[in-house]
């Protein structure tokens, strides 16, 4: 499948990279990059870039292509595409969104600057979308360390397939930004600031979680050494499997971060639960 990896090569825009529309597998991790937010012009030369540039002239992109499916998605591009009026400039938002990043399975941002990406309250600039938006069929994606405080990033997106989030190393106070990932499976998030129970129910709105990590080494979140914490966790996210890499159905009896001579944290074990209904 095609990859392409740029680590530690001072990318500090998007629009600084030649992306394929093929790509399964992005790397930018330690970069500059302060923003997801591209604009219809850079996303038109992509589709340029795709019909007339080899992608394994770059230098700069590792490319591993064994996918025998790029076109796939060409013929539903030229239908939709025949609908544009002759004056248009730039594909419509529907077209990109079939044709730019489709195939994107794997998104790592760690280590760059998107703190500075634009307030989720402010509107984005006429023609202009979040990248984001582009990759409905996304299963990772790997925000970790860079300096977040809030959700901006994600906040006016869906990803409903997206599987695994990694946000760790960041100041995140709460997990409120986990609306846009319905049908989360693993959530990495240690090293935030999550302080309380409440900052951690937002955990219910990703019902099919059931691998969550807030805590790992020395490396944790406030809220890991209440008294609430693993009732509070249980109670947001029931189908939960494994938590801070301790297995829930094995119990907590020999896990000293949960139990020493009493109950765990909150005075309930798994069993202390009524069995939950499996999302459908």
């Known amino acids: 499948m ?16 030649a992306l394929s529309p093929s790509l399964t597998s992005i790397n930018l991790h330690s970069n500059n990059v302060t923003s997801l937010v591209v604009s219809y012009d850079y996303l038109k030369g992509i589709e340029d870039y ?7 002239d770059n230098v700069n992109v590792k490319i591993n ?21 002759p004056g248009d400039t730039a594909p419509s938002l529907p077209v990109l969104r079939l044709h730019c ?4 399975k794997e998104l790592n941002l760690s280590s760059n600057a998107l703190f500075k990406h634009p307030p989720h309250t402010v509107p984005l600039p006429p023609s202009t979308t979040n990248l984001l938006s582009l990759a409905p069929h996304l299963l990772t994606l790997d925000l970790s360390a860079n300096s977040l405080t809030d959700w901006s990033v994600t906040k006016t997106v869906k990803l409903p397939s997206l599987e695994t ?19 989360l499976v693993n959530l990495e998030a240690k090293g935030n600031n999550l302080s309380t129970p409440r900052s951690i129910l937002p955990l219910s709105n ?47 009896q020999d896990d000293a971060r949960y139990s ?5 944290r909150g005075g309930h074990s798994r069993s202390s639960f009524p069995s939950p209904v499996p999302p459908p």
């Open 165 to 183: 989030l990694k946000v760790s190393y960041n100041d995140l106070g709460d997990l409120t930004g986990l609306t846009s990932f319905p049908n």
């Open 65 to 85: 292509d064994n996918d025998d499916d790029n076109n796939n998605n060409d013929d539903n591009y030229n239908n939709n595409n025949n609908n544009n009026n």
């Open 50 to 56: 795709k019909d007339n540039v080899n992608v394994n």
């Open 101 to 104: 990043f489709g195939k994107l």
């Open 2 to 17: 095609p990859s392409l990896s740029l680590i530690a090569c001072d990318v500090s825009s998007l629009s600084d990279v």
């Open 260 to 264: 020493t001579s009493s109950p765990p």
């Open 206 to 252: 990703c019902p099919r979680v059931k691998v969550l990590t807030l805590q790992e080494g020395a490396v944790s979140n406030p809220v890991c050494s209440t008294d609430g914490y693993l009732s509070a966790v249980l109670g947001a996210a029931p189908f939960l499997s494994t938590l801070d890499g301790s297995d829930l159905d094995a119990g907590f």
